[in-house]
């Protein structure tokens, strides 16, 4: 979840926190955009998702601030269904579908987007945009400490969701350009589902007070990347031009 805080300034002391922050997310950029095989994306056009993502962060927090107070209104924050609707919905829809719509609207009708991996790479730039801010803010107000960590949990883990949201987000491109418009539809809702859903779970493993609860979150995102590592290599490998 991106909690917002109100505007300061990063420079002087800061400048070696924010290079914490940025370096993570910057490293699986690089990492992302070199398994793009067939044909690179303009610069120009990356740099221009990055900051869709970080847009999306805006949009995220305010609707998540709604939502929140929307749930509080009708349910205690101590109870299970509370919980469950605050990181599946609230955090994940919001977070995920903010990033879908600004994904969408910037690379659907590019005519750059011709192979099917692109849609990863538009994604996961999306993805490590809004995850780049988020964590500049939580890096700069938390220390290195917040950093190592979020270095190995969070950025990947929304680079994770990217690279899930472009694989639907291929698919439909591909559906499309076979003239299977319902087929397209269903896998652009599931760019938006599959990544929302894990989000929440992301979330809610994490913020489960119970012992185990570690356990169980470090046995989630350990497959999740592995997953995620094997949905990059497998597409790569086998991208085409739609």
């Keep these: 979840m991106y909690v917002y805080t109100p505007y300061r300034f990063y420079w002087g002391p800061n400048i070696l926190l924010i290079a914490a922050a940025v370096i993570p997310a910057a490293a699986l950029l690089m990492y992302v955009y070199r398994k793009d095989r067939l044909e690179k994306e303009p610069v120009s056009l990356l740099l221009s998702l990055v900051l869709q993502g970080i847009i999306s962060t805006s949009l995220a927090v305010y609707a998540e601030r709604v939502g929140t107070n929307l749930l509080s209104s009708m349910l205690s924050a101590d109870t299970l269904a509370y919980h469950l609707i605050f990181n599946f919905l609230i955090v994940g829809l919001a977070e995920e579908g903010f990033k879908y719509l600004l994904l969408y609207r910037r690379t659907w009708h590019s005519p750059h987007f011709n192979c099917q991996f692109d849609a990863v790479v538009y994604a996961v730039f999306v993805s490590l945009g809004f995850a780049l801010w988020e964590n500049i803010d939580y890096v700069?107000?938390?220390?290195?400490?917040?950093?190592?960590?979020?270095?190995?949990?969070?950025?990947?883990?929304?680079?994770?969701?990217?690279?899930?949201?472009?694989?639907?987000?291929?698919?439909?491109?591909?559906?499309?350009?076979?003239?299977?418009?319902?087929?397209?539809?269903?896998?652009?809702?599931?760019?938006?589902?599959?990544?929302?859903?894990?989000?929440?779970?992301?979330?809610?493993?994490?913020?489960?007070?119970?012992?185990?609860?570690?356990?169980?979150?470090?046995?989630?995102?350990?497959?999740?990347?592995?997953?995620?590592?094997?949905?990059?290599?497998?597409?790569?490998?086998?991208?085409?031009?739609?």
Aim: hydrophobic share 50%; proline share 2%; with cysteine.
């Design 140 to 242: 700069v107000m938390y220390g290195f400490g917040t950093a190592l960590v979020r270095a190995v949990t969070a950025v990947p883990g929304h680079a994770c969701f990217g690279v899930f949201m472009g694989a639907w987000y291929g698919l439909a491109k591909a559906h499309e350009s076979k003239g299977n418009a319902a087929y397209s539809r269903i896998c652009r809702r599931l760019a938006v589902v599959c990544p929302a859903l894990l989000h929440g779970l992301y979330d809610f493993i994490a913020t489960v007070d119970r012992t185990e609860s570690a356990l169980y979150f470090l046995g989630f995102i350990g497959l999740m990347f592995a997953a995620a590592a094997f949905t990059i290599r497998r597409l790569s490998s086998r991208d085409r031009y739609v």
